[in-house]
């Protein structure tokens, strides 16, 4: 194992790691906002559900950037052959 | 060791061509669905029998969420809008099967359903709009947001294509690394989980796909942010 795998590795788990800390927080005050206007406002919860799963997935998008950007440092890593 | 999920498999070649696990299995769900759904309609009545009923209360909620997201007449979205959530959910559901891995959790998949709402996104908007009316969409708030406009059209295509591979794939991977820590009972409730994010993707799909296509066919001054990547 050279130094270059070392790295990648670690480089993946630090790319997984920190980008999942923003959508986490990200996701969390989506949920919270949503859950507050359905609480004050019931009857709109089917609209706020649906829209509230596309944001959800938008935010997540990033997380999934992350975690696409350490899997081809791991596995389709262009300097290791 | 797992496999990366990266490359696939071939199973077996036609002429020159490769045929991979991924497009064999793709080829099985779509004769499946194809089968199921002309065997559904063939003896559509004015009085509908149980099947009838279910195929409706399908057909009708699809159109309900088409409605309620664009706020505009459903009909000529319904078949591509649900033959994508159909296909997508049996195929991240394809994964219950034993030895079969759902041909979502590969890049290529994804990539030609990305394609197909993005080449309908530009069809659908063309039609409903005219070729000098969609162009114009592009230069909407101001000339200047043309070339995001443009970046824009590009990475929404990409986002949805990343996620549903992201998503799909990780779930894959989880549960093939408990199957090698803990093989008995373990992973069951990461498959229901896995069955969980199949069917939100597949729904998150189809609902981006139609308010793609919506930001494009609909009134210019309904744009909300949900439209934005």
């Known amino acids: ?81 | 060791m797992i496999r990366s999920p990266l490359v696939t498999t071939t199973l077996f070649y036609i002429g020159p061509v490769p045929i991979s696990e991924t497009v064999a299995v793709t080829w099985g769900l779509m004769a499946g669905l194809a089968l199921a759904s002309f065997l559904a309609t063939r003896s559509l009545t004015l009085s509908p029998s149980r099947t009838q009923t279910v195929l409706e209360l399908v057909v009708g909620a699809i159109e309900d969420q088409i409605r309620a997201t664009i706020r505009v007449a459903p009909g000529p979205y319904v078949p591509m809008i649900g033959t994508l959530f159909l296909f997508i959910l049996t195929a991240n559901w394809s994964s219950l099967i034993p030895g079969i891995e759902p041909p979502t959790a590969h890049i290529e998949t994804d990539a030609a359903l990305g394609l197909i709402v993005f080449l309908a996104i530009i069809y659908f908007g063309i039609r409903a709009r005219g070729l000098r009316g969609y162009l114009k969409t592009f230069a909407e708030p101001s000339i200047v947001m043309v070339p995001l406009n443009v970046v824009e059209t590009f990475t929404r295509t990409f986002s949805l294509i990343v996620r549903l591979f992201g998503n799909i794939m990780s779930a894959v991977f989880v549960i093939g690394i408990i199957l090698s820590l803990a093989g008995l009972l373990v992973p069951i409730p990461l498959m229901a989980l896995d069955l969980l994010v199949g069917a939100i993707q597949a729904y998150i799909f189809a609902v981006l796909a139609i308010v793609f296509i919506g930001s494009g066919v609909s009134e210019g001054s309904r744009r909300t942010s949900t439209e934005r990547t």
């Open chain 1, 1 to 81: 194992m050279n130094v270059l795998e070392i790295v990648s590795i670690a480089a993946a788990a630090v790319a997984v790691s920190f980008g999942a800390i923003g959508p986490a927080l990200a996701e969390g005050r989506a949920v919270a906002a949503a859950m507050d206007a359905i609480a004050r406002q019931p009857e709109a919860a089917a609209t706020l559900s649906r829209t509230l799963f596309v944001g959800l997935a938008m935010i997540e998008t990033m997380a999934i950037y992350c975690l696409v950007v350490a899997l081809l440092v791991l596995f389709a890593n262009p300097f290791i052959h």
